[in-house]
């Protein structure tokens, strides 16, 4: 499987980037914007952080799937700050 890079995140005066440990984030002309769902009349159906964690969950699932279908992992397992923070360890498993 070969990673590409070939877009620079930018669209227009708008520029996307996405950092693992901070998420998505979306300038405008070097200021602050937000992610919408416009529906085919331009009417905003969604807007803001919830549009951005979803278009990261969906990056984010697409990418495992991907390693996964390669067959570089089997299984990836990606929790957020406060399922780790809330989950308890699992049983120990004795390995031979």
Same mark, same amino acid.
């Given at each position: 499987m070969m =990673?590409?890079?070939d877009h620079d995140g930018k669209v227009g005066p708008a520029t996307v980037r996405a950092v693992v440990h901070t998420g998505i984030s979306i300038t405008a002309h070097g200021?602050?914007?937000r992610l919408a769902i416009l529906g085919e009349?331009?009417?905003? =159906?969604?807007?803001?952080?919830a549009v951005a964690d979803a278009v990261e969950a969906a990056?984010?699932?697409a990418f495992s799937d991907a390693l996964k279908v390669s067959g570089r992992v089997r299984?990836?397992?990606i929790r957020d700050a406060e399922a780790r923070a809330t989950s308890k360890p699992?049983?120990?498993v004795e390995r031979p």
């Open positions: =990673i590409r890079y200021r602050p914007a009349d331009g009417s905003v =159906i969604a807007e803001g952080q990056a984010v699932n299984e990836v397992v699992g049983p120990k």
